[in-house]
């Protein structure tokens, strides 16, 4: 079946730690998407990728990094930087139209 | 600078009235538009978007309403039903394809 895979659904890490989600398509989508979930706020822009090797920045990229050599695949890495890393990450995935499809989405805590 | 806002964070209504959520942009570059459902611990899923050049665009029980001089679009679920009760995310997106999400309304549909 087609569609957006994220790992691990949960993840711990102590404080000072990167940590690295993944986001895996077989959408044959070319634009992807992460975006950070905090309770009781929408859907905030971390970064996103129109093509393989091109990435921008979204409106909270302080703290994170990403990089996008497959067309299939667009980790996000969590860094030591990220003051408040503890939320909710949904990674996403477009054809050069407009709408755009979610995975499940990965819990973050950091202790 | 938030470019989509959902000024109402919470909406109640009754099992087969009409629900009606609204979304304010202030981007006039945005030129397509978009509403999500989200169950909580899921990734949203889409529900219908409207192109600028319509004024409407209808799925069933949901239509969406768009006014580009007020920039204003409008989720109209009628009747609503207990199953429609989640969180709404107004989207919309230039030809960047840079999405960006409204802070969500969360619907509840009492029975």
């Known amino acids: 079946d087609g569609g957006i895979t994220q790992s691990p659904k949960y993840l711990f890490r102590k404080e000072g730690q990167n940590v690295t989600l993944s986001c895996e398509q077989n959408l044959n989508h070319d634009a992807m998407y992460w975006y950070r979930q905090d309770p009781g706020q929408g859907l905030r822009l971390i970064y996103y990728s129109q093509i393989v090797n091109d990435f921008q920045k979204g409106d909270i990229a302080e703290g994170y990094s990403v990089s996008r050599e497959k067309k299939e695949s667009f980790p996000l890495t969590v860094t030591s930087a990220q003051k408040n890393p503890t939320a909710f990450y949904l990674c996403a995935s477009s054809r050069a139209g407009n709408t755009i499809y979610f995975g499940e989405g990965s819990w973050l805590t950091v202790v | 600078d938030q470019q989509v806002k959902q000024n109402s964070p919470s909406l109640s209504v009754q099992e087969g009235r009409i629900s009606i959520l609204n979304c304010d942009y202030t981007?006039?570059?945005?030129?397509?538009f978009l509403w999500y459902k989200k169950y909580p611990a899921e990734g949203p899923t889409f529900l219908i978007s409207i192109s600028s050049i319509k004024d409407k665009n209808e799925d069933g029980r949901f239509t969406v309403f768009l006014n580009k001089s007020a920039k204003h679009l409008s989720l109209h679920i009628v009747p609503s039903q207990p199953g429609d009760s989640a969180v709404y995310f107004c989207?919309?997106?230039?030809?960047?394809?840079?999405?960006?999400f409204g802070a969500g309304t969360r619907l509840t549909v009492k029975p």
């Open positions: 981007n006039s570059m945005f030129d397509y």
């Open positions: 989207a919309a997106t230039d030809n960047n394809n840079d999405m960006r």
